[in-house]
């Protein structure tokens, strides 16, 4: 699985900036820089983390740039080998030669997430922790953020690892007796046994449970502005974003594709989806319009269905809603609630976009809403990841194999087996037990240079 090749990406984004970093990784790293590098010291004779001013030089000896060199010695570095760190000034054609340069020099360019790669395979980090880096890279909130820092600092990890070791314990109990079968000795009994294995689903439960909200940490949440022309669905959206992003007027029908903002809300990401007013019409552009409101529908988690002080919430609203998709989160919203109106519609929240009220309300909602509101405690072990969730899930179902065998006094052989399958499922989280199909689908998803 491991090669001993060195490679090379930019670490830095693609583009112009006040400096760029070109990251190297692999045995060969000082030896390919120094035939580039010229300075006061060798690279290869450099003590780890220190930095050495000098100049690159290309194949025909003509200056690149002069340069800042970072060197880690293994196993002192990201990946836990020989690498270099080198500060260029921030242009991409600068980047660009060096990095031609060093791949004359046996160095090839590096895969998405191989730098990541390496560390795991060297044992920096496990592989929840791996997958946090790139969460942590991606992340655009605090909760997000925060979410993804406690994946890296191996909370879920030790959560895990200390499951598996109860799993692996609970089964050599069961291999010893097998083992003894002759002599019919019995080194647990069953309740015992019975006892341990529950616990132990019900730490994977309480795992599970966290995915609804873990999911939302890493995701965030998709909402959909949904309800009758003209009650101000695009005005609530420009008052919630502080632009003007969609265009507002006082003709029905006025919004026709979807527009979609983002806005973080305590720390969580929503993204904002403003749809077609939903309406019976004889206009073709409108009904394609109405017609992508539904698919909005159909993809969000939570629906604010908005109607004001004329309309009310039409019923037939709330039907379709809920006939496309039943788990729903609905949020009924009236608004224009300066205007006077002899109608009293029933909702969840009053607003009136025009001049501000309410608003808070709606966000104290969507936040409620959507669990954010439950006390993050950034030493909770919080599963923000499907592949995670699903092997916990695996996990769960042997476990409950499990139970029934004993129940049904099946031989221990079967019960040992679903036991170890456990085990082995949470091993995946961190990595114990993988393919190639897994780190490969992991790391494809990094970005060149991570
Ligand atoms: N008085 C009052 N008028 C409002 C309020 N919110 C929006 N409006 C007005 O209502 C009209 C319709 O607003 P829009 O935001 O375009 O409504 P919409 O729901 O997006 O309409 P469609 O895109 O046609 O479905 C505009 O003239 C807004 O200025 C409010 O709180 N009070
Ligand atoms: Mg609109």
Redesign the pocket.
């Known amino acids: 699985m491991f090669t001993d090749d060195t490679i090379v990406a930019l670490a830095t984004p693609n583009g112009s900036g006040a400096i760029s970093v070109i990251r190297m990784s692999g045995s060969n790293s000082f030896s390919a820089i120094d035939k580039i590098f010229v300075g006061k010291k060798r690279i290869s004779e450099a003590n780890t983390h220190t930095i050495h001013y000098g100049k690159i030089l290309d194949g025909e000896k003509n200056l690149i740039d002069d340069v800042l060199v970072s060197v880690f010695r293994c196993p002192n570095s990201y990946t836990g080998e020989d690498s270099v760190e080198i500060s260029t000034h921030g242009n991409p054609l600068i980047s660009k030669k060096i990095i031609e340069a060093l791949t004359d020099l046996n160095v090839r360019l590096a895969e998405p997430g191989e730098f990541t790669k390496r560390a795991f395979l060297n044992n920096k980090l496990d592989l929840s922790q791996a997958e946090a880096v790139a969460d942590i890279i991606s992340a655009r909130t605090d909760v997000s953020l925060k979410g993804a820092r406690n994946q890296l600092d191996g909370i879920l990890s030790t959560k895990v690892r200390e499951l598996r070791d109860m799993l692996i314990n609970a089964s050599s109990f069961v291999e010893l007796e097998l083992d003894f079968a002759e002599e019919n000795v019995e080194f647990i009994n069953q309740d015992q046994l019975l006892k341990k294995i529950e616990i132990i689903i019900f730490e994977i439960n309480t795992l599970l449970t966290t995915f609804s909200f873990g999911k939302i940490i890493k995701d965030g949440i998709n909402v959909a502005l949904v ?1 009758p ?8 959206l420009n008052y919630i974003v502080k632009e003007s992003r ?10 026709r594709d979807v527009i979609r903002e983002e806005v973080s809300i305590n720390g969580i990401l929503f993204r904002l989806h ?1 749809t ?2 939903i309406r019976l019409s004889k206009d073709e552009l409108e009904n394609i319009g109405i017609r992508r409101s539904q698919q909005t529908v159909i993809d969000a988690d939570v629906v604010i269905l ?1 109607g004001d002080v004329f309309t009310g919430i039409p019923l037939e609203l709330v039907e379709k809603i809920n006939g496309l998709n039943a788990n729903k989160k609905i949020i009924r919203v009236i ?2 609630i ?2 006077e109106s002899n109608l009293k519609p029933v909702a969840d929240i009053y ?5 501000g009220v309410g608003i808070n309300l709606l966000f104290n909602k969507l936040v409620q809403i959507s669990n954010g509101s439950n006390v993050y405690s950034e030493k909770s072990a919080v599963v923000t990841s499907l592949r995670h969730f699903d092997c916990l899930k695996n996990a769960k179902e042997s476990l409950l194999n499990g139970i029934l065998s004993i129940k049904n006094k099946i031989s221990g052989e079967f019960i040992a087996v679903d036991l170890r399958n456990a085990a082995n499922s949470l091993s995946e989280i961190i990595g114990e037990v993988t393919s190639d199909d897994i780190l490969n689908n992991i790391f494809m998803k990094f970005c060149i240079g991570k």
């Open positions: 309800g022309p003209n009650v101000g669905k695009s005005s609530l969609a265009i507002v007027s006082d003709i029905p029908g006025t919004t403003d077609a007013g908005i608004n224009k300066d205007l607003i009136s976009v025009l001049n």
